[in-house]
């Protein structure tokens, strides 16, 4: 299974971005996804899930209003769209496969990608 995140880059307060990640190796379209941010010295944290359908989705709270998951799959990929983006949201940016329990999201205990740094300026 391999998972490449593509999409970051240096943007102003404000702005905005759009993250791809795209699968291969694996049922994509059984499989929950999620985004998951690393900040210098903190812990690896969840940002937003979505079911293998699209239909159903979760955030953090930092990120509600903001952030948009959707997936296509069709063409095998997950995509995070940002808007006004924070300093606070200066991350890499990793996505995952995972399934749904109930309402919550669990990551799948294999691949990450490289990640795909993103950096706000104040």
């Known amino acids: 299974v391999q998972l490449v995140e593509s999409g970051g880059g240096l943007v102003q307060a404000g702005g905005s971005l759009r993250l791809s990640c795209v699968v291969s190796?694996?049922?994509?379209?059984?499989?929950?996804m999620g985004w998951y941010r690393q900040a210098p010295g903190k812990q690896r944290e969840l940002v937003a899930s979505?079911?293998?359908?699209?239909?159903?989705?979760n955030y953090a709270d930092s990120v509600k209003g903001r952030f948009t998951i959707f997936r296509d799959n069709a063409k095998n990929t997950m995509y995070l769209q940002m808007r006004s983006l924070k300093p606070e949201d200066t991350a890499v940016y990793y996505c995952?496969?995972?399934?749904?329990?109930?309402?919550?999201?669990?990551?799948?205990?294999?691949?990450w990608g490289q990640g795909t740094q993103v950096t706000v300026s104040s």
């Open positions: 979505v079911t293998s359908g699209g239909g159903g989705t």
């Open positions: 995952k496969r995972g399934y749904y329990s109930g309402r919550y999201y669990y990551p799948h205990d294999d691949y």
């Open positions: 190796g694996s049922t994509f379209a059984i499989d929950a």
